[in-house]
């Protein structure tokens, strides 16, 4: 497993599994996200159920809404360019 961490006494922004991990458990506080535009860019991360209600979040989770609607089957999807969502997590958890 390749965690992202910053900082000893902040948790990690999200938590990025590999795909070939056969880990499929998501810790406790997270929520599992595939974020990508393309399959052969998704991520799979672990959002911190912290960050889920910040404003840029929820207007991702409209976005996903409005594109692939809101009975979803399987994780959430999110359609976003992978860097871009880490990095404004990385943004997000700095000032929470």
Known sequence: MEKERHGSSSPAPY????RESSENRVRKGYVPVLVGKEAATTERLHIPTKLMGHPSVAALLELSANEFGYEQQGLLRIPY???SFKQMMKRISKNK
């Open 15 to 18: 938590v990025k599994l590999s």
């Open 81 to 83: 360019d992978p860097d």
